[in-house]
């Protein structure tokens, strides 16, 4: 058995709008391995979500995989047609968006809604499907798990709903969970406590995660590994410690130095200059060019291969070397 | 004391009715804040942060209390009144294009508060807007853009030169970086910082983001289910923390740890915030708190001062400063 559970590569992902092409994913690879817990992170519209939607042929009308391949387990996903799509997600590739309350269906009980999941994939008969809500429902931290299969998601919190959403996607045991921002829109003690619950699931069924995070923050502190993307693209992938301790590309450092941290009073801010790209033309160059402070003539012709640069950690960028260097003095 | 703060709330008041009985959005809030100053609140969702805020420009009633702002006492203001005095006072949401009128021009946009306070001739207005423009970073092409056009952060630079057309003396920051990227953040912040100290200004600083805050402000109060449970110095609160809301609220924010050892281990309060419509009693906190007596079910704490102007709601605090 590989210990690659998922391996992307060349994603390319284009979308239609009225005034032209969307470049919103062009040519990203990444590997998942089993029982790792990979963070995504990047600033909106970097193509963190188009990516995983790419692969899980959940991309809208007017978006086109124009690229690449997804293999889970050997299997190209992409070349799936949609029925076979349809037995893989929610049942090996479970899924958690930012807002549950677009997700979870608003004329539902959240019992029969955990519990459908499970029959819909034939796993078990409709007694023991409920047992098992139940126990899920009490696996992500629901107290009365009893009482709350009953309810509707209208009488749930936001971080209920969110927990009723990880209950779903971990109905079917599936061995890879995605989270696409799943704490991101919950308050502060909140998003620790479903973080606590991600953790425990993840340390417990020995699946894979991708979680998908603008906050660093989070990404260093559950994930194993970390890709940064940028414009479309991967800048920088590495294992975590690896990541916080000498990450090689400008990007991730700028990044790195703009969170705010507390204790930061009265320290000086560099804040990033400029905007993120808008995609509205084929990349050329490194995305990140405009706003590098290490920019040359190169960078604006020449797309930056990605490639390794120290065990497990690669990085898209011309002066990765001299950046690294210069961290090291 | 009074007379050097350019703002005085005491004992601000607010009730909202609601389907299923009366919704104490904020109670009994009192604080001050003197000019060219920070005063940062924070706090999570629906603890009262947006309606204080709110309710101190007038932009909605309170039910008591008081707000003197440059010694003018806002609440006896007639409508007539208050509309001078808005000049002076100012507020920036978080979602940009809400408070922006998407048929009108960058321009048009900026411009409009010195049309409807009658400032200047055209020729000065058009002036004043091409000055504010380039003073918050918007280049000169972008003035006949609508604001749709607009990438989020220059939107929010937008709302930030029309706050400033007027040269008030206080702008309400309701969450102003909250919907944007880190990297733009981080942009807002040092021109909101900029900004204050050429201009004098004086901010309310409204973020459920703890480090940003820190970051922003000379003194924070914390809200907690509609109201401020404690108040300090900004170095005092993060230096000596009384309350217990305040500690968990401190180590929600993740670091980015430095190795695999010193990583979050994501403990955190049990629960969620209770409905203000049918708040706990004693202690609004005491459900989620970790250190509550049988006093704190039955009895409200008293605000007591526990240091050079530390004010907190606990009865607890300062017996208990280690053991969270
Ligand atoms: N117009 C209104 N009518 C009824 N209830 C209201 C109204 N405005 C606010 N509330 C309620 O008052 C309480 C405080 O709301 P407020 O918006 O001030 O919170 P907040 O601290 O700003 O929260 P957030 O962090 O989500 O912005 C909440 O329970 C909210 O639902
Ligand atoms: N349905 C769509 N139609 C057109 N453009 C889209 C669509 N979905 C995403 N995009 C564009 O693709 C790019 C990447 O978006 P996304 O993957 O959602 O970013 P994020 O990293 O914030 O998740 C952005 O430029 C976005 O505007
Ligand atoms: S390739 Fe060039 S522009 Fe891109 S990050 Fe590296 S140095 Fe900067
Ligand atoms: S008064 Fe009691 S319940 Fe309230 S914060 Fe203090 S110790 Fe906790
Ligand atoms: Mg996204
Ligand atoms: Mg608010």
Known sequence: MSDILLDVRDLTTHFRRPDGLVYAVNGVSFQVRRGETLG???????????????????????????????EFEGVDLLKLNRHEMRAVRGREIGIVFQDPMTSLNPIKRVGQQVMEVMLVHRLCSKQEAWDR??????????????????????????????????????????KLLIAD???????????????????????????????????????????????????????ESAPVEEFVRHSAHPYSRALKSSILEIGSRGRKIAPIPGNPPVM???????????????????????????RIIAQEHVVACHRAEEVLEHVAQ | MSHSELLVVENLSKTFKVPGGTLKAVQNASFTLGPAKTLGLV?????????????????????SGSIVF????????????????????????????????????????????????NIGDAKERSHRVRELMERVGLSENMARAYPTELSGG???????????????KLIVCDEPVSALDVSIQLQIISLLQDLQREHNLSYIFISHNLAVVEYMSDAVAVMYLSEIVERAPVDELFAHPQHPYTRVLMQSVLKVPESLAQRSTFSTLPGEIPSPINPPSGCPFHPRCPLATDICRTTKPEEKMVGDQHQVSCHQAGVTAQVI
């Open chain 1, 40 to 70: 995504i992170v990047g600033e909106s519209g970097s193509g963190k979500s188009v990516s995983v939607l790419s692969i899980l042929g959940l991309i809208g009308e007017n978006g086109k995989v124009v690229a690449g391949t997804a």
């Open chain 1, 133 to 174: 809500a139940v126990a899920l429902l009490e696996e992500v931290g629901i107290a009365d798990p009893h009482r709350r299969m009953k309810n509707y998601p209208f009488e749930l919190s936001g971080g209920m709903r969110q927990r009723v959403m990880i209950a779903i996607a971990l109905a079917c045991q599936p």
């Open chain 1, 181 to 235: 921002e799943p704490t991101t829109a919950l308050d502060v003690t909140v998003q620790m406590q479903v973080l606590s619950v991600l953790r425990e699931a993840q340390v417990n069924r020995q699946m894979s995660t991708i979680m998908i995070t603008h906050d660093l923050g989070v990404a260093t502190n559950l994930c194993d590994r970390v890709i940064v993307m940028y414009g479309g693209q991967v800048m």
């Open chain 1, 280 to 306: 509205i033309e084929p990349p050329r160059g490194c995305p990140f060019a405009d706003r590098c402070l290490l920019v040359t003539d190169r960078c604006r012709d020449e797309i930056p291969d990605l």
């Open chain 2, 43 to 63: 706090g999570e969702s629906g603890s009262g942060k947006s309606t204080l805020g709110r309710a101190v420009l007038r932009l909605i009633e309170a039910d």
């Open chain 2, 70 to 117: 440059d010694g003018v006492d806002i609440r006896s203001l007639s409508t007539k009144e208050l509309r001078l005095k808005r000049k002076d006072m100012q507020m920036i949401f978080q979602n940009p294009l809400s408070s922006l009128n998407p048929r009108m021009t960058v321009e048009r946009n900026i411009k409009d508060p010195l049309i409807i306070h």
């Open chain 2, 154 to 168: 220059q939107q929010q630079r937008v709302v930030i030169a029309r706050a400033l057309a007027l040269n008030p």
